[in-house]
């Protein structure tokens, strides 16, 4: 795409949005308000909620995860539904059943009760302790946005948006997630623990006599209005051809570097390449810009490919970080192009 065409798109189809631009802006700003310190982890759901994707969420207890869920929905105008996953959780609990009612004459029909997963926002908690059945169901709604019942298929609710949560400090009495399963979340986002100015503000914020109270900004079909303007982003030729130069120097059958061939049992996938060309569109969108900058790929890149990018058995026992090796091979990737 010529320079040219990328100014021409952005004065003829863009420019006249700048003013609802503006309000992903006020949605940050919102947000940050009642949640302090992660500004970062903000924008990356943001991002994925402006994908159409869905989140695994990282962190220790105690790091806000509810409350940051919870705020994002209020701001946004969505229904929000959390689901607590336990060993004993069954797909019903989770999906919904058939119930049988009888009515005023004695007569029984059977009618399908919903689940917590009809909503627009859904939040589950500690994914990780449901068995790998539970799990799977889960999963089949996110990919397919629709639970079958007695036969009967029936749409979720749109904008669909699943944010699941694992503890990465506990894992007695935890079900790791299938690596074919993991790939199924637009990001992974990791909650940091706060500087010792954020938790000071925190506890300012969270120990008075005011709480703070978020308010709506967006409707839900601004929000599919988004969605749809983040997949209208322009990206120029040069920058996706970058990204499948970078993608496949990640395949270790594929790749010129001793690392990636010694230590990387899988590399990026097709999906994964997907999720990063997106996640900078709407990188570029939160940023006021409409094209796609390497900056855009650079910040979108860990969160979209962390949990796509495995290593071995050797890269393990060498305590090779998975993450340090993915931005060196980004970074070697671009400079060969230069």
């Known amino acids: 795409m010529s320079k040219e065409t990328e100014e021409r798109l952005d004065h003829e189809t863009v420019a006249p949005l700048e003013g609802e631009l503006e309000r992903l802006s006020l949605v940050r700003e919102e947000i940050a308000r009642v949640v302090v310190g992660q500004e970062e982890v903000i924008d990356q759901l943001l991002i994925s909620l402006l994908c159409g994707g869905h989140v695994l969420v990282e962190g220790a207890p105690g790091l806000g995860k509810t409350l940051l869920v919870r705020t994002l929905g209020m701001v946004c105008g969505l229904e929000f539904s959390r689901i607590q996953f336990t060993p004993d959780l069954m797909p019903a609990d989770i999906t919904g059943t058939i119930v049988l009612i009888h009515d005023d004459r004695g007569e029984t029909h059977s009618r399908f009760q919903?689940?917590?997963?009809?909503?627009?926002?859904?939040?589950?908690?500690?994914?990780?302790?449901?068995?790998?059945?539970?799990?799977?169901?889960?999963?089949?709604?996110?990919?397919?946005?629709?639970?079958?019942?007695?036969?009967?298929?029936?749409?979720?609710?749109?904008?669909?948006?699943?944010?699941?949560?694992?503890?990465?400090?506990?894992?007695?009495?935890?079900?790791?997630?299938?690596?074919?399963?993991?790939?199924?979340?637009?990001?992974?986002?990791?909650?940091?623990?706060?500087?010792?100015?954020?938790?000071?503000?925190?506890?300012?914020l969270t120990t008075g006599v005011d709480q703070p109270e978020p308010n709506q900004i967006l409707k839900p079909e601004e929000i599919l209005r988004f969605q749809r303007l983040t997949r209208a982003v322009p990206m120029a030729s040069h920058v996706q051809e970058a990204v499948v130069k970078f993608v496949l120097s990640t395949q270790p059958d594929q790749s010129h570097s001793d690392e990636v061939r010694r230590f990387v049992r899988h590399g990026i996938s097709p999906r994964g390449a997907q999720a990063l060309i997106l996640a900078s569109k709407a990188h570029a969108l939160l940023l006021g810009r409409y094209n796609v900058s390497f900056e855009d790929l650079e910040e979108t890149l860990l969160p979209a490919l962390r949990h796509r990018f495995q290593l071995n058995f050797e890269g393990e026992a060498e305590g090779v970080s998975a993450e340090d090796l993915l931005s060196a091979v980004f970074k070697r990737s671009l400079a060969a192009r230069a």
């Open 114 to 204: 919903r689940g917590p997963i009809f909503a627009q926002m859904v939040l589950t908690d500690e994914i990780n302790r449901a068995t790998p059945k539970t799990q799977s169901a889960l999963l089949e709604a996110m990919q397919e946005r629709t639970v079958t019942a007695a036969g009967e298929e029936f749409t979720l609710p749109a904008p669909f948006f699943v944010l699941a949560t694992q503890n990465p400090i506990e894992m007695e009495g935890t079900y790791q997630l299938p690596e074919a399963q993991i790939d199924r979340f637009f990001f992974k986002v990791k909650i940091p623990y706060p500087s010792e100015e954020v938790l000071g503000g925190i506890l300012d």
